[in-house]
């Protein structure tokens, strides 16, 4: 099976080169939004039906090409579809979308770039993890103008692995002081993730509080930084649990945290930290890289997996007196308490499993260490 992925490719325009494309972009969301009026006092989602009605006059009127003006009708109907009760309104350095016709690849080096001036060839810089994929480009791009610098966001087909028959499972419990803590004991502290944060965050209030125009500067660069880290350290992390997962011939199970957020009270000085979470991320990153390795991927249900024994069973929240510290009142088990959590979540998974793991009694010496630690603070 095929999995379709995003490939960004960088381009690196001359000055002609990028005004041209930044004018065409500009001319393209501009006939966008003169369609989407007509869609929406029309009331038409049909892109057929919207075609007839305004693809002259915004050729003629846009300077656009038939197949760009194709494509902005296409882009309009696609938004409308989405919420058909407000105006779609389209930023003048929004994406503009390409498909082959207007569109073409010169080998490693260049992009055949249509604009208003016709076709222009645009050096491109790729890194390997690209250049190892550009024979897979097919199908749309869309044109992306991000910090000043032009992108191709391409649309590649991904070759699926077979799953393979998993011999266990690999517990992963998701919260903010670790990223993630895996039944095996390895896991992923927040603490820098916390630091970045916290620093951007007072640099934010600082420039803000400043009101000059190189603080602006300084607040418009800044923007994005912070969610680019969450990415980048959630890509690495998702990463290592499926590589970890296939070399053990395990299968993943994950917390089912869907409407988490809702379902938490947090004081004001935590609500920062708590809504700023990339959990959903973490597990859409694990979801894809491990389906492209051929690693199966279930979702339980995470409750009472951070207060139940998996020792006794006990299911208790007097279970867990601290916050790290997982100490059963039944029959005297202590632990790590993320730990536990995800012993719990796999055992979960495997309904055909007894509540005690086998592998779980490996771990129990090293669990009893940490735990004699934390009792001992």
């Known amino acids: 099976m095929l999995m379709k992925l995003t490939l960004l490719v960088k381009l690196a325009p001359d000055e002609e080169q990028k005004d041209l494309l930044l004018r065409t972009m500009e001319r393209?969301?501009?006939?966008?939004?003169?369609?989407?009026?007509?869609?929406?006092?029309?009331?038409?989602?049909?892109?057929?039906?919207?075609?007839?009605l305004v693809y002259y006059r915004i050729r003629e009127q846009y300077g656009l090409s038939a197949q760009m003006t194709v494509r902005a009708i296409s882009k309009v109907v696609e938004a409308y579809k989405r919420d058909?009760?407000?105006?779609?309104?389209?930023?003048?350095?929004?994406?503009?979308?390409?498909?082959?016709?207007?569109?073409?690849?010169?080998?490693?080096?260049?992009?055949?770039?249509?604009?208003?001036?016709g076709r222009i060839k645009v050096p491109i810089r790729i890194g390997e993890y690209q250049r190892a994929r550009m024979d897979r480009l097919k199908g749309q791009a869309d044109l992306l103008l991000r910090d000043g610098v032009f992108y191709l966001a391409a649309t590649i087909d991904a070759p699926e692995e077979t799953p393979y028959d998993p011999v266990g499972t690999l517990g992963i419990d998701l919260g903010l002081k670790y990223?993630?803590?895996?039944?095996?004991?390895?896991?992923?502290?927040?603490?820098?993730?916390?630091e970045v944060r916290e620093r951007n965050a007072k640099l934010r209030a600082d420039l803000q509080s400043c009101e000059t125009k190189s603080a602006k500067r300084h607040l418009k660069k800044l923007s994005g930084k912070e969610a680019r880290f969450h990415r980048d350290l959630n890509h690495v992390i998702s990463r290592k649990i499926v590589a970890k997962a296939k070399g053990t011939q395990r299968r993943i199970a994950l917390e089912g945290l869907k409407g988490i957020r809702r379902g938490v009270s947090a004081r004001r000085s935590q609500r920062s930290r708590l809504h700023s979470w990339g959990f959903y991320q973490l597990r859409s990153f694990v979801?894809?890289?491990?389906?492209?390795?051929?690693?199966?991927?279930?979702?339980?249900?995470?409750?009472?997996?951070s207060h139940i024994c998996p020792v006794c069973?006990?299911?208790?929240?007097?279970?867990?007196?601290?916050?790290?510290?997982?100490?059963?009142?039944?029959?005297?088990?202590?632990?790590?308490a993320d730990h536990v959590a995800a012993?719990?979540?796999?055992?979960?998974?495997?309904?055909?499993?007894?509540?005690?793991?086998?592998?779980?009694?490996?771990?129990?010496?090293?669990?009893?260490?940490?735990?004699?630690?934390?009792?001992?603070?």
Not at 28 to 52: G, R
Not at 295 to 303: C, D, K, L, Q, T
Request: include cysteine; proline fraction near 3%; hydrophobic fraction near 35%.
């Open 84 to 117: 058909k009760s407000k105006l779609c309104k389209f930023r003048s350095h929004g994406a503009m979308v390409y498909d082959e016709r207007i569109l073409s690849w010169k080998g490693l080096e260049y992009a055949s770039v249509l604009t208003l001036e």
């Open 343 to 377: 012993v719990n979540i796999a055992a979960r998974a495997d309904v055909d499993r007894p509540i005690v793991p086998r592998d779980f009694f490996e771990h129990t010496t090293h669990l009893q260490g940490q735990a004699s630690q934390l009792v001992g603070r």
């Open 287 to 305: 979801e894809y890289k491990a389906r492209l390795e051929g690693v199966s991927v279930v979702a339980v249900n995470p409750r009472g997996t």
């Open 179 to 194: 990223l993630s803590y895996d039944s095996d004991g390895e896991h992923y502290s927040g603490k820098e993730v916390d």
């Open 313 to 336: 069973g006990i299911n208790d929240r007097a279970n867990r007196p601290e916050r790290d510290l997982f100490r059963c009142i039944g029959c005297g088990y202590a632990g790590q």
């Open 28 to 52: 393209f969301n501009e006939a966008c939004n003169d369609i989407a009026k007509v869609a929406y006092h029309n009331k038409l989602a049909n892109k057929w039906a919207l075609h007839k």
